[in-house]
């Protein structure tokens, strides 16, 4: 018993590893986290509102080609990453991708409507006329004429692109409003 009493008092410490496993798969996902970083445009890039260092580098790689130096730029800016809290860059990054997923949607939703128009004539016009009862049926008949004398003269479809910017003002998608306007033939 007297054995016992003496090793009592003694406390073991024991060194804490750290997982390596989880290092290397949040470096993975830091890696990746910049290479997403490095193929957005310069304004995007700026309002992450990175540190200095980092939007250098980010910038730096994304003018390098697919090679050994832009891996280790990219490893650069994981460490660099590794430094400090992303959650942050990460969000904004979600918003900014969102943003664009967005306005791809848009974009095939009014791509939908301007071919629509172009090839089914007066029953889209009148289609779109219960959904958008706003609408200026004489600019959009007119823009439809042009469109048709444009396609029979192989002239430039200067036409087409003011009937899709006068879609895009009619639709207004940044309120958010119209957005259950989405094609249901999967166009």
């Known amino acids: 018993m007297n054995d016992y009493e003496e090793y009592e008092d003694e406390v073991e410490y024991y060194a804490i590893r750290p ?11 830091l890696f990746a986290l910049g290479e997403t970083m490095s193929k957005l445009s310069a304004a995007h890039l700026s309002s992450l509102e990175l540190p200095d260092n980092i939007h250098k580098a980010v910038s730096e790689v994304a003018n390098m080609p697919h090679t050994g130096a832009r891996k280790r730029s990219l490893k650069y800016i994981a460490g660099q990453l590794h430094k400090m809290d992303v959650a942050p860059i990460q969000e904004k990054l979600a918003r900014i991708q969102n943003k664009s997923a967005h306005s791809v949607r848009e974009h095939h939703i009014l791509e939908h409507w301007r ?23 004489q600019q959009i008949k ?31 998608f940044e309120d958010g409003s119209e957005a259950e306007n989405e094609p249901e033939e999967g166009h």
Do not use: C, H, V, W
Not at 24 to 29: A, F, L, P, R, S
Not at 120 to 129: H, R, S
Not at 142 to 170: D, M, W
């Open 19 to 29: 997982n390596k496993t989880r290092i290397k798969k949040e470096i993975g996902d």
């Open 115 to 137: 071919d629509k128009l172009i090839n089914e004539g007066n029953a889209a016009l009148t289609e779109l006329f219960d959904e958008q009862p706003t609408i200026d049926l």
């Open 142 to 172: 007119q823009l439809l004429r042009n469109i048709k004398k444009e396609t029979e003269t192989n002239k430039p479809p200067r036409s087409s692109r003011l009937l899709y910017r006068y879609l895009k003002e009619l639709f207004q």
